[in-house]
């Protein structure tokens, strides 16, 4: 079994009552969805996941669009940056691409949504070339930006802002799992087509996380949990 708890959004942050959700409950991964800052300082990145560590997890994370120049490198001092990486985790095989297609705010992690597409692209295939069916792993795809014209991407008046590389990655490769962030607001678990589950936690000043509970390579639940409960 593999307990993930996801969330997104700290934005330079620390919220008491997700360290209370950890230290009641038995969780295997930190998952950190990006904006661990909030257009810096770095040295936030060291004193949050080192806080982390005192709960007993492993910490992965990847950066957002609101992350200085210089994050995976912080975050790799500490733990995993899983930016435009894929690692084995327990029962789960992880896909990670931070930073969030252009938005009008002129943020310092925003990408061409092309090169989005083809760098997700790239991660998912190559795993797909090497995968063993005899051996089923969950696969999770974590981005900070969401995909594009669901409930995930979704703006207070209504509008979608999400990836469009995303999306079309997801359609390609169907990946079981979406965990996203990026839209506080769009805090939200649903579905793209029949296979792949899309969580966005929110942030994490507002309680918002994802739990995934991998019983097996094949068999999981995923919930929007609140930490205050």
Partial sequence: MTKILAISDVHGEENPKLY?????????????????????PL?????????????????????????????????????????????????????????????PFDTPGETDDDHIYSSVYDLLA??????????????????????????ADRVSNGEHVGSQGILKSIHEFEPEINLCGHIHEAKSLSKIGFTTDVANPGMLKDNGAVLVDIKDGSNYDISIISLDE
């Avoid at 209370?20 to 810096?40: A, R, S």
């Avoid at 806080?51 to 975050?75: F, H, Q, R, S, W």
Wanted: with cysteine; glycine share 8%; proline share 6%.
């Fill in 20 to 40: 209370d959700y950890l230290e009641n409950k038995d969780i295997n991964l930190v998952l950190i969805l990006g904006d661990i800052t909030d257009f810096g």
């Fill in 43 to 103: 040295d936030f990145v060291e004193t949050f996941i080192n806080k982390l560590y005192e709960y007993d997890v492993d910490v992965i994370a990847i950066p957002g669009n609101c992350d200085p120049n210089g994050i995976c490198n912080a975050i790799n001092d500490v733990a995993f940056c899983l930016h435009n990486n894929i690692v084995a985790y327990g029962d789960a095989i992880l896909f990670g691409y931070g930073g969030s297609n252009p938005t």
């Fill in 126 to 151: 190559n795993y797909d070339y090497v995968y063993n069916n005899q051996v089923p792993k969950v696969r999770i795809l974590a981005t900070h930006a969401p995909p594009f014209n669901t409930e």
